[in-house]
Structure formats: C-alpha cells, structure tokens
C-alpha cells in the first residue's frame, strides 16, 4: 500500500526527507512553526488542483478521451457468476426471479442479467400490444397461459417487495374475440375443443349470437366465432417487467447494462454413434460496458440466452450453427427478428367497454385502448411483404392500405377513424415453427434458451420463466413438461405448429 506521505512527496506537495549526515551526526533541525496567524492551506485542496491540471495536460496528449486513471466504471458485472442471463426483457428477469425464488437457500446462486439497451426504448416487451389468451391450438400453450393467467392474478404475492406500493399491472379482462370464416371454422372448433380439455373457459358464438352481443358489430362472412370468458384480455406490459425485475433485484440478482459481445469456449471432440461430434462449454462471457472501450470478463456455470429477436446473433458467438452443412453443429436457432407496427387511433363512436381484442377472419386485431374513444390494433404483413428490420421506422402506407379497409368493413363506424400514433417493435421469430424454444442446447452444454415465442411471449413469461429456472435448480421440467419445445426439434425436423398466431 502507498502510504500518504510518500504519494505526496512524490506528487511535490511535501519536502523530500533530509538525508542523515555522512560523518554520523544528525540532520541539522528543521525550523520551528510560527506562532502567528496560521497559514490557510488544505493539503487535499491542493492534491486534487495538481491532479486537476494532470488530467488536463492528458487529455491535451490524447484530445477526445473522457479517461482518467481514476476512474471506476459504474455498473460493472461480478467477475464471477453462477448463471449469466443474456437479454434484460420480461423473459430474461422471469428466469433471474424464479431461479432465487427457486434456489435451495438463500444466496445459493449468484444470477446476473446483462441488458444492453439501459432505456429499454427498442425492447420488445414495452413495444408490444399487452395481450394474454388461453387460445392457442398447442396444449403445452395452453397450459401456459392458464398458469401466467393465476399468477398474474396473484403477482403481488410473488412479486411485491416490502415497503413498495403494490403493483397494478391494469389487467382489462374483456376476453379474445377470434372470427373465423366459412373455410377456417372447423378448424377453430377444434381449438376450441382443445382449449377446454385443457380447462379454459371458451364458447363457441354463431353470428347472431354475436350481433347480440356485440351491436356493432359486422358479422359478414363469419361462420363461427370464440370467446374466452376469463383469464384473457390484456395489461401494461412495462409494469410486468419492472415488477420481475424490481424483485429479483430485491433478491439479490445483479442488473448490467452492457453488450455480451463473445464467448470463451472450451471445446472437446467426442466419437458417437453419430460420428464425431464437437462438445463444448461457456467458459466466460464478455461484457462490454456502454460507451466505453471497457469490457468486464465473467466467468459462469450457464448461459441463459434470452436476447428475443437477437438470440439468434448471440448463439453463433457460441459456435452454434456454424458448423458444416447437414451436421448437428451446422444447425442453426431459426429465430430471427420480425418488425410488427402498432397503431393508435380515435374514433368517439366506436365499440364501448365490453370491446374484447377482436381477431378478424382477415387477422387484422384491435382492442380498446383506456376509456376516450381510443383503439390499438395492427396485422402481421405476408411472408412476402416483411418490413425492413434495420430500423424501427412505421410505413403508415400499410394501415392505410392493408388495415383500414378491414376495420372499416368489420366495425362500420370505423370508417371516420383517425390515426394518432403509431409504433414498431420486434417478434422474436421462430421461421422453424412459431414456438418457443426452451431449455439446453444439445452440443453446448451450459447454454439454455428461452426464446423464438413469435409474439406470444409476453403473456407466457411467467410460466416460460419457471420452466427454465425449474429445468437449471432441479434439472427437469416440473410444473409444466415443456420438453416439446426443446432444441432437438430441430435436429430431428419435427415441427410443432401453433395455428392462432396473431
């Protein structure tokens, strides 16, 4: 350690020591202090000037540079680290929450979650419409949702933090209204069938029933139609991921906002039935901080990619899918992003309070937005139509010409809307089959995935979360056996279709 008087001495702020006397005497005696008026002068006021004007003569040597030699990066990651959750979403602080809640003791597991947008303005979840649903034609969705749907019902006696106000995620339970035409009815009773043998509440409307019910309603060209009676509708999506992640905060996980940019790989060549098959493992992850050339190294037990529309980057830095064409290395995670507009508008005679979220026969959806007389909606584009995704740019053309004439056909009054806002944001696409993808990676075995949900993840974080964080602390799926969706999908090229994607 430095020792003070030596660091000033060194900086010129105190006189050197005297050297003794060569003949052995002593050194002659410093003068005596003065007993007038004392001098008015602060040690440390003059240290920080010195080192003022050093700072100033380096950034004249290196112009630009913000560095100083003192200085500390706020926010670093912990060197080391248990599990590192790549992806600061509501998926990602899902998992960071139910694997503390999970852990066998107290601080048994040290959880870190990187985010590299610190203002979440790109982030999927605080981009998306805030819908939750029981109908999906795939069990395991199903079964999902029903869980998500108690726990949101229930958040405050999982998430609530002492001493914080209770959390209000505005839940709207005015259910999901899906039409379905002359050429889709069969198959949307059949959904139907299988969402009450897995216990939702669904009934099947005729289109008078549904005049009845809804006056303004324009029931040409709809057979058949469904509505969930509970447990859908919609909330805020940006009070669901904070109320995740101010408690697992409270719980001791670490929040970083930085980039991973690479991964330290140990890799071991093993002979199988299969042939020869590179193994290998996440030694350490790199996290580069914001603005910074600074970078923290962590080293990990498991990754956790839950970067949504860019996992697919994130696990090529770990070697997966790069490998020869038709090998098991050379498969890739087919989850790429997809840009998806939200717009907003106001009409003061449109549908009142017991507007649902309507899903037309066309897949044009909207719902009520608050109480003015305000309606969000949207439509996925074609296969061949998909926006650019280099930028969050809206194409107001497509409400224009692809949306509008649907609203204004199904619900009459539509027709005098006016548009007030509009904004995009990300699906984490799964081109393989619109599922999620959950759990290990076959080859690289510390890697986890919780991604490629296609637009449905948000109502099934909190299930999907628990599914991964139960698979890490007990080594299998407990509440809900999601091994369907696991990678080996892809190996085996079985795809597992969901039918009700909006």
Partial sequence: MIRAGRLYRALGLLPARPLPDPAGGSAPPSRRLRTGHPQRRDLFADLEKDLLQFY?????????????PL????????????????????MGWSVAYWLKALEPRRDALRVVVVEKDPTYSRASTVLSAGGIRQQFSLPENIQMSLYSAFFLRTINEHLGVLNEPPIDIQFNPSGYLFLASEDEAAMLEENVR????????????????????????????????????????WFDPWSLLN???????????????????????????????????????????RVQMPNSLEYQPVECALVVNAAGPWSQKLAEMASVGIGAPNTQEGIELPVEPRKRYLFLWHCPNGPGLDCPMLVDTTGV???????????????????EEEPDIQDLEVDHGFFQEKIWPCLARRVPVFESLKVKSAWAGYYDYNKFDQNAVLGRHPLVENLLFITGFSGHGLQHSPAAGRAVAE?????????????????ERFVSGEQLLERNIV
Avoid at 76 to 90: F, H, T, Y
Wanted: with cysteine; net charge positive.
């Fill in 56 to 68: 100033k003569k380096l950034k004249e040597v290196l112009p630009g540079s913000d560095w100083t």
């Fill in 471 to 487: 698979l890490i602390v007990e080594g299998k799926f407990k509440t809900i056996n999601l091994e369907k969706f696991s990678f």
């Fill in 365 to 383: 959806y909207f719902r009520r937005e608050g109480l003015g007389g305000n309606y969000l909606g949207s439509l996925s584009p074609a296969e």
């Fill in 243 to 285: 109320a995740f992640r101010r408690k697992a905060m409270s719980m001791g996980v670490y929040q970083c906002f930085g980039e991973v940019t690479r991964f330290t790989i140990a890799s071991t060549d093993v002979m199988t039935p299969e042939g020869l098959l590179t193994f290998s493992r996440i030694r350490q992850v």
């Fill in 71 to 90: 200085h500390i990066t706020k926010g670093l990651p912990p060197e080391r680290a248990d599990v590192v959750i790549v992806g600061g979403g509501v």
């Fill in 194 to 233: 299988i969402q009450r043998d897995e216990g939702a509440e669904v009934v099947l409307l005729s289109p008078a029933q549904l005049k009845k019910k809804y006056p303004w309603l324009n029931t040409d060209g709809v057979a058949v139609a469904s509505y969930g009676l509970e447990n859908e509708g």
